[in-house]
């Protein structure tokens, strides 16, 4: 069964640092996402990416994240300047078909992200 | 704006006693909803989703939701649990003005010998 695959699984980063979690979605999908999980908390919504730029974000995301494909196959999120806060579990998600919920949202394993 | 309340934090449950998961959503419209499984160090894993149709939907493991819009429910039933259902449930809503699910808060799952 096809799946998202993300890399780093963990990651341990110094405040200040910048970081970038690699994604890579099922192949045929158009739509992309980032969602976090912060210890103990609810899963929240980051940002959704379709035909290469941002279509919704959260009020999360602000200026030090952002998200690229660079190429055909990966889509990375990047945080510029990592903050104690911004420690959590990060999931890549991807879906197929057209704008509207409906379309299943398939999610990957996580990058646990450590900010120390 | 949408939102998912998952009352229970915690239940535990026999092994091979049944099980519900309450969860209730608040939208104007129609909304989408889904039921994930998350186990320790795994990612999250669709269970079931209800889009519009039949209102009790099967998924897998043999887990089934009924979406009662009365109620502005979609709880998770399964009639006999096993010990490896042990994970954490999370509910989401989604709706058809842009692809953002909103989670519950997410509810434990304990499973008793």
């Known amino acids: 069964e096809p799946e998202v695959t993300q890399t780093p699984s963990h990651q341990v980063t110094q405040m200040g640092q910048e970081v970038i979690l690699r994604c890579v979605p099922i192949?045929?999908?158009?739509?992309f996402y980032w969602y976090r999980q912060i210890l103990g908390q609810k899963v929240e919504f980051l940002v959704s990416?379709?035909?290469?730029?941002?279509?919704?974000k959260s009020e999360i995301f602000d200026d030090q994240f952002s998200v690229e494909r660079p190429d055909g196959s990966n889509f990375t999120l990047k945080i510029r300047s990592t903050k104690l806060e911004d420690s959590a579990m990060y999931f890549c998600?991807?879906?197929?078909?057209?704008?509207?919920?409906?379309?299943?949202?398939?999610f990957g394993e996580g990058s646990w992200l450590t900010v120390v | 704006a949408q939102s998912v309340t998952q009352p229970d934090i915690h239940i535990t449950v026999s092994e091979g006693a049944s099980l519900e998961l309450r969860c209730n959503y608040s939208y104007g419209a129609t909304p989408y909803l889904f039921w994930y499984v998350q186990s320790p160090g795994q990612g999250l894993q669709l269970l079931l989703k209800y889009f519009s149709g039949d209102t009790l939907v099967q998924g897998i493991k043999g887990f089934e939701a009924e979406f009662k819009r009365s109620q502005s429910s979609f709880n998770l039933r399964k009639p006999s649990v096993h010990w490896s259902d042990a994970a954490e449930y999370f509910c989401a809503v989604g709706t058809n003005a842009g692809n953002m699910l909103t989670f519950g808060g997410g509810t434990r799952l304990m499973v008793k010998p």
């Open positions: 192949s045929n999908h158009l739509y």
């Open positions: 998600a991807s879906s197929g078909g057209g704008k509207g919920a409906g379309n299943t949202i398939y």
């Open positions: 990416f379709y035909n290469n730029e941002i279509s919704e």
